[in-house]
């Protein structure tokens, strides 16, 4: 009890921290800055890419369009929004939504560092190729989505892609299923072939 006290306060100090950041330009347009959310106990851990227009005022992530068709996709696969940790592989908006540059997710990147390992989560999903550039090095979200990388690492689309084509939809709940089988040790899930690497 005491050690997740501790781990709270880290996070908590640590978003304090992302709020003034000033380690890259992006800062200086923002309204407010995105840390993150959620329990310092989460199984899951999901990341996104950066804030956009609706995170970017709100200070919260994935509250916009794209968080209503995550929203709905997590409760289809029975994952309780409120029991996972959301972050970004950025924490403030980049101009016009466009792409994070290589140097500002650089900048960025010992925040995510510092909250996975406080979170210490069973699976880190990585919504789409800025979160999986950011944390593994990879391109190529169409053919990397379903594998686990360094057995906690699960790559899938970004819920905003499942907004432009909604043929992705079922294969987003199904790889938000396959996190929570990994969450309770079944890998590759079974259910599915698809998943074995
Ligand atoms: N898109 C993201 O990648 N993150 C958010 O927080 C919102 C939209």
Redesign the pocket.
Known sequence: MIMRRRTRDQLDSLALEIRSCRRCPLSKDRTKA?PGEGPEWAEILLV?????R??NLAG????????SV?DRCLEEAGIDRSRIF????VKCRPPN?RRPKNDEVEACRPYLEAQIELVQPKVVIL??N??TKAVLDLEGVTSLRGRLFKEIYLVTF???AVLRNGNLREVFISDLLAAKDKVDGRWPPARDEDYSD
Do not use: C, S, Y
């Open positions: 995105v996104g890419e950066a804030p956009g609706d995170e919260r992530p994935f509250v916009g369009r794209a968080g995550l959301i972050t970004n592989a939504n919504m789409g800025a979160a970004h819920p905003a």
